[in-house]
């Protein structure tokens, strides 16, 4: 157990004794410690991102992955957060098990359940000892009783430790760590001579400006972190390779990391433009973009499927990255699935045929249909971050003879990579699978480059566009790169 608080008004009361008196007005909060403070709020993050993920796993409508909530703006004290939360999910069937057999969980604890959950945790398993806020008390107060409760729990399953109670769904396998480096702010060079400080780095042999370091590198408190991303979703933007120069649609941007690798990649030349249906994302895209530096993306709040590829606003449009909404389940390690209640490897087996996945395939195949029908449109890259062929392999094989009547052919994106798609069909070896088995998580790449025929076939504008003539912009562009689309069939689309 931890050394007593400094100025600690009273010690935790035990089990039989009445509620200790409350602190004087003003003294409580002075009598706490720096580390007591932070895991006070740390508590608190913890279960509001708690909460957001409980619902979203029982109303099977996900409020975003426990990394993506974790890692969002409003949350300070990222490490500790993102420590509570998993450890309490982790232990999460024994805290309930404990605080409904202790018989001293009441109704009135309901409202904040997520932060008596967070809280037991780290007095039960964690910390030990905690003595600010109601809830930290109440935990206290009846530390022993849940003590005791535990003790009956281990001995009427036969095990002789908690730790023995806790059912692994899955093993984690470590992981190298993969950092981009974000050339619009700083050099390779220098982020390597910076973190070689302190650890091994190498530089990836295939995305460029991509250091490796050793598995387990922490990296959430370094000042040169500001996002986590893995490899394979970096191989995405790199595999469509857009020019500087060049006018590019990113078709489903949020939260913006594919977006901001783009404008890297074109050296902050050309433009971007990153389009989001969602507005609550369109806010983290926004944030994403402000944060990178990059001064070529415009926001669009709409939907990428209402675009009318006949515009003239988008007839210079040389590249598409269409990363649609899919089901995840390439990154459901990564996502921390396996940590949620509703988890069970056989409806993960049983999901790839799934109503959901139908759903999405469909809308998948139509997005990509769309994405192939903008006249000018050299090169195109699918993707998504799943492992279910109904959402790889079949959506590329079932447009296949649209891309062909528009000259599109299938090219092969990293051509060392030796993980191909399924051989359902012929030209699937031009596809790429990343998988957990290569330590990165499982995604899908198919990259659609017009024929040269086609191509050439266009006269070059003045300005370096694919069309002979420039074209006037027929869109309204707001302040801080937002803008709307200009289609009349788009004036249903709410500007943040």
């Known amino acids: 157990m931890p050394p007593p608080l400094k100025n600690r008004s009273h010690a935790p009361a035990k089990v039989g004794q009445s509620r200790p008196p409350p602190r004087q007005p003003g003294r409580w909060m002075a009598s706490r410690d720096a580390g007591e403070r932070a895991a006070f709020f740390a508590r608190r993050e913890a279960a509001t991102v708690l909460r957001r993920v409980l619902r979203g796993d029982a109303s099977k409508r ?3 992955s426990i990394k993506s909530l974790v890692f969002s703006p409003s949350v300070r004290n990222k490490r500790a957060t993102f420590a509570l939360v998993c ?3 982790k232990y999460l069937p024994i805290l309930k098990e404990v605080l409904a057999s202790s018989g001293v969980f009441s109704s009135k604890w309901k409202k904040q359940e997520e932060l008596v959950y967070v809280t037991a945790y780290d007095i039960l398993f964690g910390q030990e000892i905690a003595v600010s806020g109601s809830v930290e008390e109440y935990i206290m107060l009846h530390k022993d009783t849940f003590r005791t409760a535990l003790q009956k729990i281990c ?5 002789s430790n908690v730790e023995d109670l806790l059912s692994e769904k899955t093993t984690v396998k470590p992981k190298p760590r993969f950092v981009r480096v974000n050339t619009l702010k700083t050099t390779t060079g220098s982020v390597i001579e910076v973190l070689s400080k302190m650890h091994k780095v190498d530089k990836d042999d295939m995305v460029p400006d991509m250091l490796v370091l050793p ?22 933007a790199a595999a469509l390779s857009p020019k500087p120069g060049w006018k590019v649609i990113d078709a489903c941007a949020a939260p913006g ?5 783009l404008a890297a990649l074109m050296n902050g030349e050309g433009s971007i433009i990153a389009c989001e249906l969602n507005k609550e994302r369109a ?3 926004q944030h994403t973009v402000r944060r990178s530096g990059a001064n070529n993306i415009e926001t669009v709040i709409g939907d990428f499927l209402n675009i009318d590829t006949n515009d003239p606003s988008y007839a210079e449009v040389r590249a598409i990255l269409l990363d649609p909404s899919c089901s995840g389940s390439g990154i459901s390690t990564e996502r921390l699935d396996h940590l949620l209640p509703s988890y069970s490897i056989d409806d993960q087996d049983d999901a790839g045929s799934s109503a959901r996945i139908r759903k999405l395939s469909a809308f998948q195949r139509k997005a990509l249909s769309h994405a192939l029908s903008f006249p000018s449109v050299e090169r195109l890259v699918y993707s998504t971050c799943s492992i279910h062929q109904a959402e790889n392999e079949d959506v590329v094989s079932s447009v296949l003879p649209l891309a062909s009547s528009l000259g599109f052919e299938l090219a092969t994106p990293f051509p060392q990579w030796m993980r191909r798609g399924l051989p359902v069909f012929d030209g699937a070896q031009h596809l790429l699978r990343t998988d957990p088995e290569d330590d990165l998580e499982g995604f899908f790449i198919a990259l659609f480059v017009r024929k040269a025929a086609a191509a ?3 006269e070059p504008s003045e300005d370096g566009g694919a069309l002979g003539r420039k074209r006037k912009r027929a869109c309204t562009t707001r302040s801080g790169g937002l803008r709307a689309f200009s289609s009349l069939r788009l004036s249903r689309m709410d500007v943040l």
Do not use: E, Y
Not at 257 to 261: C, I
């Open 283 to 285: 806010k983290t895209l």
């Open 215 to 236: 598995p387990g590198t922490d990296m959430h408190k370094h000042p040169l972190v500001t996002d986590g991303k893995g490899k394979a979703s970096c191989m995405v």
């Open 87 to 89: 450890q309490t999910l």
């Open 456 to 458: 050439d076939a266009l």
């Open 155 to 159: 001995v009427k399953r036969k095990v």
């Open 257 to 261: 990391n594919k977006t901001v690798h």
């Open 62 to 64: 996900s409020g975003g």
